[in-house]
């Protein structure tokens, strides 16, 4: 959770002085983060976007989602969700467009709204920092192959919630974020992804994986062959169902 920095003011009430916003984050939860710490009603900060004149990317179409960079914003003096969503995109366009990311966007083929994408997919889908490279490559092969990424993180986004179990039928629902039965990249980033990510999506790990699960804490499998990885699939199948309390296990 982004728990505000909160500072005593004269009268010995406590007030936040900054927010903190974690990476991957989607806009809905800095949405909810602005309105709690600003002490305002909720919705508020989603209805100040069409007034707060974001300086977003054209592709963007008026969608912050992406640019709303994971950081510690001070407030200031007088806050308004304007204010911090101005900073917060100005952030990432600071960091997003410049000559570094520009230039790896362009080396891989890609504008930089799209390498911010792959950046967001690469942040809800890595288990750790060191496989965000390896989850970058098999986003590219995939591409590179005219495969669909059928990545779970873009179904999860498509229904509003965040999950590790995607059924059959989630993977035929009708959204352009189904990655399951649309070609390419979603239409927008799917989060707010932060620095190592990015790095990721314009430098990715070297390998011809096409596959990739987190088959427990700290053991990722990434593999080119698809009969390996349904096994690795089947073993997160088991060591999930094992995990879980016997039915009834609940009510004794």
Do not use: C
Request: glycine share 8%; net charge neutral; hydrophobic share 35%.
């Amino acid at each position: 959770m982004a728990v505000p920095l909160l500072m005593t003011d004269d009268e010995g009430e406590s007030r936040p002085t900054s927010l903190v916003i974690p990476e991957g984050w989607r806009a809905t939860q800095v949405y909810e983060a602005v309105d709690k710490t600003l002490g305002l009603p909720v919705g508020t900060t989603r209805k100040s976007l069409a007034r707060a004149d974001l300086k977003l990317p054209n592709d963007a179409e008026g969608n912050p989602e992406g640019y709303l960079f994971p950081a510690t914003y001070p407030l200031g003096e007088q806050p308004t969700p304007e204010k911090l969503l101005a900073a917060m995109v100005d952030t990432a366009k600071r960091k997003f467009h410049g000559a570094p990311i520009a230039a790896g966007a362009q080396r891989n083929a890609l504008n930089v709204y799209q390498a911010v994408t792959i950046a967001s997919i690469v942040q809800a889908e890595a288990a750790t920092k060191a496989d965000m490279g390896k989850v970058a490559r098999v986003v590219y092969n995939r591409l590179e192959r005219g495969m669909p990424l059928q990545m779970d993180s873009t179904i999860n986004y498509a229904l509003g919630r965040s999950t590790l179990t995607t059924t059959t039928r989630d993977t035929r629902i009708n959204s352009p974020y189904n990655s399951y039965q649309r070609m390419g990249l979603p239409p927008t980033p799917i989060d707010n992804p932060g620095d190592a990510a990015m790095r990721a999506a314009i430098d990715p790990t070297p390998g011809d994986w096409l596959y990739f699960v987190t088959v427990k804490p700290g053991d990722t499998r990434f593999t080119a062959d698809y009969a390996e990885h349904r096994r690795n699939v089947d073993e997160f199948d088991g060591n999930r169902q094992s995990a879980s309390p016997p039915a009834g296990a609940g009510a004794r």
